[in-house]
């Protein structure tokens, strides 16, 4: 839906969220944005603009017409704005928000003696994922810390078959050159994977061993667990890897309504909306949504880097949402 720009024009826009268009007099694309309530952000263009930037006051003049798409959710505006920003490259667009600057930890199952590596992009298959990560300052340190404690092997891609420095420090249990460690190999890999996934139990042991470090004034040993700590709280936040990211999510937004967001492999398949969030239209929404997921489980490959984004966009908004949001798994084998 497209509006002329027009004196007052901003009064008779609708109060729907979605992403709107500024375009110029021969159609150019100028500038793309979301808003929850389109009416409410689109008349900010137009009254108190002493605020806004020589910027934004060169593209508000050279603007003659709004374009409007509508959306379900605020979720599903981002995405879309994200795919619009990339398709057009807007002039007055800051660049998108690059979303690869934000790493995973990956555990390369993918590969006999699975290890750690920090990525910033979500394309293995047979991988697991877990993040993204905003600040990998301390991303690093934490990953060290799990090397250091459970001692899986630092060499990328196949395993050789020669010790290394590692191996010779006592700092890698060295399966290169002790096959008979498989099972103990295999048990530590589970420990990651618990940290990583913020098992309750395993957060509860960490802060043991941190707590028995620190009372043995063994500091730089506490500040290690503490590291590992803080990884598995910051993991529970996001609930899960990305791999295994299957929820209905639902929110109830005064502006937007009661909707349910269905999410498989990160990604956004569908958004159910109803008019209020009862009991019954919740397990409503939960059939539903399992039978999406029923279908789509098994049909998507690794992502692209396009989709890589998005899921960023999806983890990101799920985490920046979470104190209001309720959620439901979809894999009922693995709790949110």
């Not at 309530?37 to 050279?62: D, G």
């Not at 490259?89 to 199952?109: M, Q």
């Not at 905003?134 to 459970?150: E, G, I, S, T």
Request: proline residues 5%; hydrophobic residues 40%.
């Amino acid at each position: 839906m497209k509006y002329t720009i027009t004196p007052g024009f901003h009064l008779t826009l609708p109060e729907k969220c979605g992403v709107y268009l500024y375009r110029d007099k021969d159609d150019n694309i100028l500038y793309i944005g979301k808003a929850k309530n389109l009416k409410k952000r689109i008349s900010t263009y137009f009254y108190n603009n002493r605020q806004h930037t020589s910027k934004i006051k060169r593209m508000v003049h050279a603007a003659r017409t709004v374009e409007l798409r509508f959306t379900a959710s605020e979720l599903e505006a981002l995405l879309v704005e994200a795919r619009l920003i990339r398709r057009h490259l807007p002039l007055y667009n800051r660049a998108l928000r690059n979303y690869k600057a934000y790493p995973f930890i990956v555990l390369r199952t993918d590969l006999p003696y699975p290890y750690l590596e920090i990525s910033r992009d979500a394309v293995i298959s047979g991988a697991l994922y877990f993040g993204p990560y905003r600040k990998a300052h301390w991303l690093y340190p934490a990953v060290d810390a799990l090397n250091n404690w459970l001692k899986l092997r630092r060499c990328a891609g196949p395993l050789p078959h020669h010790s290394c420095l590692y191996a010779d420090l006592k700092q890698c249990m060295a399966p290169c050159v002790d096959s008979a460690l498989d099972v103990q190999y295999a048990s530590h890999v589970q420990k990651a994977i618990d940290v990583l996934e913020s098992s309750p139990a395993m957060q509860t042991e960490l802060e043991r061993l941190r707590d028995v470090s620190a009372a043995e004034l063994r500091f730089e040993e506490a500040q290690e667990w503490q590291w590992l700590i803080d990884l598995a709280r910051y993991n529970g936040r996001i609930k899960r890897s990305v791999a295994r990211h299957h929820a209905l999510v639902i929110s109830a937004d005064p502006e937007v309504g009661c909707i349910g967001l269905v999410i498989v492999h990160g990604r956004l398949i569908a958004t159910l909306k109803t008019d209020c969030l009862t009991e019954a239209n919740t397990a409503d929404m939960l059939v539903k949504a399992r039978a999406l997921y029923e279908q789509a489980k098994g049909t998507m490959d690794a992502p692209t880097v396009e989709e890589v984004d998005e899921m960023l966009i999806i983890a990101s908004w799920l985490e920046n949402h979470a104190d209001t949001l309720t959620v439901y798994p979809l894999d009922v084998s693995v709790p949110v």
